[in-house]
Structures are given as structure tokens and as C-alpha cells.
């Protein structure tokens, strides 16, 4: 069972979707069907017909709004009760982090936070792997109790999984009203645009001083790339808090993944193991992020960002010139 | 007279624990520990709220060691500081932890008004606590807040989640989970120093808040650690060494097609 999130502009969130795909892998496995179950206060604009699961079931109230997690948690907690999946998931949102600590404790269940990989053995038992504090390692947990609870982050597992439509079964619930009360609220920033990221540049600490940012800068822009960074750089303000990729911040999966001057920590590295492709600019050769990357290069981080544009100029420049004779002809 | 508990954690600097590839647990043995930032700006939190005769008790559970980050609760301002410390504790997950969490608050301060924690400690990163103990004692929770002022009916929250930022009316019992913020830390001022000499961190055990070993610690736990691993790399791994030929891979790296891609 997957927890269908409906966001603020009243659609169904991608993270759950994506999850979705997940469980049904999980399911067919186990050759159980995959639920869904939907939390709204409102009928969705979307079609379910093309949500990945055997079978969506819509709960609806008026209390269940998206700024509040406390009617989610009841409702959840009846459909869970209801069905006793096997396997109960939840994406890592930071909804999904309130609502799925609540409902373990409600179900008196174990639960493992932001697991960034999943796997049923023969038994049925759910492996759930999430990076572990203390450096260089991953690890493994599986729960004693059902359902087994895990939250995952968005985008970290990818799963592509074609299914027939599911059945679609709706259900209106009285729920009391939260005693949390939502007053009102904004918007903080624009979602940046990196999880459909193509190309990534990622800079670190290796970068050197804020000022060399404009080079990184003009860098992306020219490759048609986003920028994105690692922690210490969203911590000194150089970057937003958004672009900052890792445990504590997003995970991507882009088609090239080019690191400036980043080590490459566990943390930094689960935001972006599942690239296509890694390129890593770095000084030391023993980096963490050299002994993953596809392409290793042993230089200074901004000699190499600094050429790249150089040549893209001189690129810009030569075609300049080509179209220029085709014209004349 | 309002009573609030802020529970705290104290956590290892930042890249100096490892972790028992036997036991799959964390070994803290004599790394430097610090206060988890999250539990201090929860803290700092509840200085702002706390008026005049107020109480503000910091509750830990951890090793005896745990004792240095309760003490500087009370340099900066707590009124007193329980320590739960007990060997079956050891191995607690969260849902473990919570439930020996709310045994200790409703032993030592039974008519707790507000209960604040850190969203999250640094170390473990799950973020699972305040919830779970928000649903054993009872209490309705707000995640993420940044800022807590006392209004007529209860407790008005700025909440910063995610993209939004939210204003939440809270009833005056309940769990605040205390996000980053931007909170200025303050320094303990000379008559806190003073006050605070006056005051101990008393010790409890779980026979003192009616829980036995069998119901926390791993025994109480629902889940465990089963393998731990470096993560696996399996990639190319092409050496470059010279400027203009890594700026060359860079541009081709950027403009390869997924379908040329070798598996
Ligand atoms: C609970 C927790 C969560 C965390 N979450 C995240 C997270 O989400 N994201 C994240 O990124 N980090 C996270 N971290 C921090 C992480 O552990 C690392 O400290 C951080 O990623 C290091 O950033 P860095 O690689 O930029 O810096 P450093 O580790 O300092 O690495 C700098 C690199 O640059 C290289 N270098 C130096 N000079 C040059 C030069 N001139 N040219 C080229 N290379 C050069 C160096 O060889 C080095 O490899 C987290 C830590 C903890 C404890």
C-alpha cells in the first residue's frame, strides 16, 4: 500500500506516483496487488486511470486539507486497519515525514526513515536501506512488525512499471476537525528546476571563494546545465538552501552529473548515485566522488570550468561565423 | 504558571562516530558530543516562551555522559534537567524511544503543559520521534516550527516547510517539533551562570518511570539493522589529468544520449 499525496494545487504529488511504480515492482514480486490510497478534501482534476497500482482508492473529507497532516493520519489509519497490507509505503516529503511517524506510533509499528533502496526477499521480508551515520556506509533494516513501514525519498528509487488501469473506488469519511488550526501561509520560493535536470554542474568547497561562482555560473548557463551544490555552500549562502543536493537535501538523477571540487560524502552521494553518468573534477584522486565518477579528471577546479567555457565561447563564436558564410552563399 | 519540557539529545561532532558492523550500532565511544542543533534552538525556543514563573525542564535520554549537554540547558536558562539513563535502553528505535520519552515526562513533570523537541538529531536523521511521541502522549503536534508566540486561545506557529511557510494556531498543550530557524543562540549571562549552580541534574532509571527492559532497548524495537555496506560503485572510471582533456570529457559527458550510454 502507497499513500497518495495530493498537494496544495490539488494534484496528485509526483513523489507518489513515482512510489506507486516502486510497489508495484515490490508487489509483483510478492504476487500481491498494489494499493493506493488518496487522502483529499477534494475530488482530484487528474485521472487515476494511469496511476501505477492495481487498485486506487480515494478517501475523501473535508478536514483532510494538505496543509494538515492530523485528518491524514485517522484516514490512513482506517485504510491500513481496513486492508493490512504487507508493505506500507510513504515518499519522504516533508508532509510524508509527519504523517508516517504518527501512524507507525497509531499502529504500534516499526518504521526506517527516508530509505533511498528497497527489496523483498523470499519470504516476504522488505529490505530497506538507508544511509547510515558515521561516514562510508549504508544500511540494511527489515521490521518485525506489519504492516512493514518505511518512508522513501522522492526520487531515489526509479521504477518504470506499465499496468493496466487500476480500479478506482472512492469513499466519503466524517472525520473530526484537526485541533491544529492552519491560519494562512505562502509560498517561499519557486521549486527550482533541478529534478528535471538533464546536465547538473554541482560545485563544492573545492570551488575556492564565493567570487569564482560566477565562473560556475556563466559555466551552466552555456551548457544549458543546472546549477546545483553541496551542503557547505547552501550553509555559507553561496547557493539556495533548494540547489543543495544530498541527504538533507534533494536527490536527482540527471543524465551527466559534473561535480566541481565536492568530495563526494555518503550524504552528498545518495542525492545523486542513480546519474547517468558522473564526471568529477577534483585535485585528490582518492576522493569518494573519484572512486564513483565514470570520468575522473585530476585538475583544479575552476581551470577546467574556466576552459569549458572558453571553448563553448569559441564554439559560439566559430558557428557565429559558419552561419554568417551560409548566408553570403 | 505554565510548564514546558524540552526534550534534548546530545549527538557526536559531526564525522566522528562509526558504526559496529557487528551490531549495527553506533559506536560513540569518546567522540566529542555537542548539543544537537535542532534541540538547541528548541531550547532556545522555550526561553522565549517561558515567563516569569514558568518552568522549563530539559529532559534527555542517553549514556551518563549526557549529562554535560543537560547541565548547559540549565547554564542557559532550563529550571531543571532529568536525565534518563539506563543499559536497556540501549538499541531503542524511535518508536522505543518515544515511548521511554513519555514514561519520563509523565514521571517526572505528569502535568506537562508544552512539550518541545528538535525536528530531528543530526546523527540518526530520521526525524521520527516527535511524532511517534506526540501520538503516545496524546498530544496534536506542529513539525518544522520556527517561531512560537502565546496568543488568547493557545499558541500561534510559524512553520517552515518544505516551499511553504505557514501560520498555525495551536492549542497550548501540545508537541512543537522546533526546526531550523534562524535562531540567535545566546551565551549563558552571569546570573543564569549563578542560578544555575543551584540546580542538579537528578538521574533516573526505567524502574523510576514504571517501564521494564523488555518493553525499550532492542528488545522494544521493531526494527533492526540487518547488514551494513559501503554503497557499490560500478562505473567506468576513466583517469584524466590534464586541463584541456577534462574539459573536452566535461562538454562530451554533457552531450552523450542516453541510448548511447554503455550499460
Ligand atoms: C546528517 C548529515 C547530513 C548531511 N547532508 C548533506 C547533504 O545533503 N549534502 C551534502 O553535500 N552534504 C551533506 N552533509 C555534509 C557532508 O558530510 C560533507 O561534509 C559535505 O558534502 C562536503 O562538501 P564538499 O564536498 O563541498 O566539501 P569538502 O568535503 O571539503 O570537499 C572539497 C573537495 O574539493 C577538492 N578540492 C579542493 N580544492 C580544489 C581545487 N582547486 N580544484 C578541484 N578540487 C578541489 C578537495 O580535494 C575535496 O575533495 C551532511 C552531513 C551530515 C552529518
Known amino acids: 500500500m502507497v499513500w497518495g499525496q495530493v498537494d496544495r ?20 514480486v510478492m504476487r500481491v496487488k498494489s494499493t493506493m490510497v488518496i487522502t483529499t478534501e477534494r475530488m482530484l482534476h487528474m485521472g487515476l486511470e ?61 518504521l526506517t526513515a527516508d530509505c533511498t533502496a528497497l527489496d523483498v526477499d523470499d519470504l516476504g521480508i522488505l529490505q530497506q536501506t538507508r544511509p ?83 565562473i560556475f555560473e556563466r559555466l551552466a548557463y552555456l551548457m544549458g546545465a543546472s546549477l546545483a551544490c553541496s551542503r557547505p555552500l547552501a550553509d555559507a549562502g553561496w547557493m539556495q538552501r533548494g540547489c543543495q543536493v544530498g541527504q538533507s537535501g534533494i536527490t536527482i538523477a540527471p543524465r551527466a552529473y559534473i561535480a566541481f571540487g565536492i568530495s563526494g560524502s555518503l550524504q552528498h552521494r545518495v542525492g545523486m548515485n542513480s546519474s547517468d553518468i558522473v564526471v568529477a573534477i577534483n585535485l585528490d584522486p582518492e576522493a569518494p566522488i573519484m572512486q564513483m565518477a565514470d570520468i575522473r579528471v585530476v585538475a583544479d577546479a575552476v581551470d577546467v570550468a574556466s576552459k569549458v567555457i572558453s571553448m563553448l565561447e569559441q564554439q559560439a563564436g566559430l558557428s557565429h561565423v559558419i552561419d554568417e558564410d551560409a548566408l553570403k552563399k | 504558571m505554565t510548564r514546558m519540557v524540552v526534550l534534548v539529545k546530545q549527538v557526536p561532532e559531526p564525522g566522528t562516530v562509526t558504526m559496529d558492523r557487528e551490531t549495527g550500532r553506533l559506536v560513540r565511544g569518546s567522540a566529542p558530543a555537542m548539543l ?94 516527535p511524532g511517534m511521541l506526540a501520538e503516545v502522549m496524546g498530544l496534536p503536534v506542529a513539525y518544522d516550527v520556527i517561531k512560537a508566540t502565546w496568543v488568547e486561545d493557545g499558541i500561534e506557529v510559524m512553520r517552515s516547510s518544505g ?20 535562531m540567535i543562540r545566546r551565551l549563558p549571562s552571569i546570573s543564569d551562570l549563578l542560578r544555575s549552580r543551584e540546580l542538579k541534574v537528578s538521574t533516573i532509571s526505567l524502574v523510576d518511570i514504571g517501564l521494564t527492559p523488555a518493553m525499550v532497548g532492542s528488545k522494544g524495537s521493531a526494527t533492526r539493522v540487518v547488514r551494513l555496506f559501503s554503497p557499490e560503485v560500478k562505473r567506468k572510471g576513466i583517469i584524466i589529468m590534464n586541463v584541456e582533456e577534462g574539459a573536452a570529457m566535461v562538454l562530451e559527458a554533457a552531450h552523450l544520449d542516453r541510448g548511447e550510454e554503455a550499460g
Open chain 1, 9 to 28: 494545487d490539488g494534484r496528485l504529488s509526483q513523489a507518489s506516483i513515482g512510489l506507486a511504480s516502486v510497489a508495484c515492482e515490490l508487489a509483483s
Open chain 1, 50 to 110: 494511469n496511476v501505477p497500482a492495481n487498485k486506487v482508492l480515494v478517501l475523501r473529507c473535508d478536514h483532510l486539507t494538505p496543509m494538515m497532516m492530523e485528518g491524514h493520519v485517522q484516514a490512513m489509519e482506517l485504510a491500513v486497519r481496513d486492508a493490512a497490507p504487507s508493505i506500507l509505503l510513504i515518499s519522504a516529503t516533508p508532509e510524508g515525514r509527519e504523517l508516517a511517524p504518527r501512524l507507525a506510533a497509531r499502529l504500534e509499528v516499526g
Open chain 1, 132 to 214: 547510515a551515520f558515521g561516514g562510508e556506509l549504508m544500511a540494511t533494516i527489515v521490521s518485525s512488525t506489519q504492516p512493514q513501514m518505511a518512508t522513501v525519498r522522492p526520487g531515489a528509487i526509479i521504477s518504470d512499471v506499465s499496468l493496466p488501469p487500476p480500479v478506482i473506488e472512492s469513499r466519503d469519511l466524517e472525520l473530526p476537525r484537526g485541533q491544529v488550526i492552519w491560519i494562512d501561509g505562502s509560498k517561499l520560493k519557486e521549486t527550482s528546476d533541478l529534478a528535471g535536470a538533464e546536465v547538473v554542474i554541482a560545485v563544492g568547497r573545492g570551488v575556492g571563494n564565493v567570487g569564482n561562482m560566477v
Open chain 2, 36 to 129: 544537537n542543533p535542532y534541540c538547541e534552538n528548541a531550547l532556545e525556543l522555550g526561553l522565549q516562551l517561558m515567563d516569569e514563573n514558568d518552568e522549563l525542564i530539559a529532559i534527555s535520554m542517553g549514556p551518563p555522559a549526557t549529562k554535560a549537554a543537560l547541565r548547559r540547558c540549565l547554564e542557559l536558562g532550563a529550571t531543571g534537567a532529568v536525565l534518563l539513563a539506563d543499559p536497556g535502553l540501549a538499541g531503542s528505535d524511535a518508536r522505543a524511544t518515544a515511548i521511554a520519552l513519555a514514561a519520563a515526562i509523565r514521571s517526572c513533570v505528569p502535568d506537562v503543559d508544552l512539550v518541545l523537541t528538535g525536528k530531528q538529531a543530526m546523527d540518526g536523521d530520521t526525524a521520527q520521534v
Open chain 2, 163 to 182: 516551499e511553504y511557510m505557514d501560520r498555525l494556531l495551536v492549542p497550548a498543550h501540545s508537541l512543537l517539533a522546533v526546526g531550523r530557524g534562524s
